[in-house]
T-cell receptor
Framework: DAKTTQPTSMDCAEGRAANLPCNHSTISGNEYVYWYRQIHSQGPQYIIHGLKNNETNEMASLIITEDRKSSTLILPHATLRDTAVYYCIVRVGSGPGGYNKLIFGAGTRLAVHP | EAGVTQSPTHLIKTRGQQVTLRCSPISGHTSVYWYQQALGLGLQFLLWYDEGEERNRGNFPPRFSGRQFPNYSSELNVNALELEDSALYLC???????????????FGPGTRLTVL
């Protein structure tokens, strides 16, 4: 399973863009990168996922490097409610050897301050 | 559209007791996953059910078991509770399973189990 590496914590000022990096240097060519976040004591919330191309939705943008060894989640205008632990996950699919489970690492604790 | 629901929200049990947790997936989702999030241990995969069958389980003892019903809802049963079973138990569902790179999992709010 491809592993991910994220900074332990980050700070961001309210209204500014939050850029959360993730390294996944052992990612396989057919594995997706997923981002979830978890606000204290709540279930994880899906944010976005991608394979090769950059993706954008109403919550965030995902920038994946050309070699796919790293990615960046961008929250364009962070608010106080974006304070959470953000998890970067390389998806283990249910093909041979995969079991359709998500493997969460330690994540990045993002603190958005006024 | 209603999200994944779980019940109960909180539960307090004593060592040796048994507990049943319940999960209702998003309408139309056939796969249900159970995860345990214990303090300091991160989120651990427990079980995956699809179309009523157990597809895979994580590295947990047999006293953790479950089932999926014809309406795709699911139960997680834990027998002979131990103190270290205290955790947030999360259920997630996805639209379909099978084949690689399948669907996004959506999580419920969790059940907080405390074992005294």
């Amino acid at each position: 399973d491809a592993k991910t590496t994220q900074p332990t914590s980050m700070d961001c000022a309210e209204g500014r863009a939050a850029n959360l990096p993730c390294n996944h240097s052992t990612i396989s060519g057919n594995e997706y990168v997923y981002w979830y976040r978890q606000i204290h004591s709540q279930g994880p919330q899906y944010i976005i996922h991608g394979l090769k191309n950059n993706e954008t939705n109403e919550m965030a943008s995902l920038i994946i490097t050309e070699d796919r060894k790293s990615s960046t989640l961008i929250l364009p205008h962070a608010t106080l409610r974006d304070t959470a632990v953000y998890y970067c996950i390389v998806r283990v699919g249910s093909g041979p050897g995969g079991y359709n489970k998500l493997i969460f690492g330690a994540g990045t604790r993002l603190a958005v301050h006024p | 559209e209603a999200g994944v629901t779980q019940s109960p929200t909180h539960l307090i049990k004593t060592r040796g007791q048994q507990v049943t947790l319940r999960c209702s997936p998003i309408s139309g989702h056939t796969s249900v996953y159970w995860y345990q999030q214990a303090l300091g241990l991160g989120l651990q995969f427990l079980l995956w059910y699809d179309e009523g069958e157990e597809r895979n389980r994580g590295n947990f003892p047999p006293r953790f078991s479950g089932r999926q019903f014809p309406n795709y809802s699911s139960e997680l049963n834990v027998n002979a509770l131990e103190l270290e079973d205290s955790a947030l138990y999360l259920c997630a569902s996805s639209l379909r399973a099978g084949g690689p790179f399948t669907d996004t999992q959506y999580f419920g709010p969790g059940t907080r189990l405390t074992v005294l």
